[in-house]
């Protein structure tokens, strides 16, 4: 098991920043996976960027060149971070992050990011 928080969300205008930070705990030492997903209005949840426990790095095309991913632990915490710059319209929605464990996915319970134009 392990228990996820996001924060960090919020309104930022096109063109801003934002970094979104997540905190595990419980389980940490099994996950294989973190990452964020997001989910706009009348859209299904999408992948984002996730990263391995190795470091290897994957993003949605639409993020790459804007969007950074990484990680820390800190004792009984792993921490998964999403440096977010030059915001568009198109990157709002709900931000989730997400844990994977044997393949077994564990959700926060997201955080809103809203750019306007």
């Known amino acids: 098991q392990v228990q996820l928080v996001e924060s960090g969300g919020g309104l930022v205008q096109a063109g801003g920043s934002l970094r979104l930070s997540c905190a595990a705990s419980?389980?940490?030492?099994?996950?294989?996976?973190m990452g964020w997903y997001r989910q706009a209005p009348g859209k299904q949840r999408e992948s984002v960027a996730t990263?391995?426990?190795?470091?290897?790095?994957?993003?949605a095309d639409s993020v790459k060149g804007r969007f950074t991913i990484s990680i820390s632990r800190d004792n009984a915490k792993k921490m998964v971070y999403l440096q977010m710059n030059s915001l568009k319209p198109e990157d709002t929605g709900v931000y989730y992050c997400?844990?994977?464990?044997?393949?077994?996915?564990?959700w926060g319970q997201g955080t809103q990011v809203t750019v306007s134009s």
């Open positions: 990263i391995t426990s190795g470091g290897n790095t994957n993003y």
């Open positions: 419980g389980s940490i030492f099994s996950i294989n996976v």
């Open positions: 997400t844990a994977i464990i044997a393949g077994r996915p564990y």
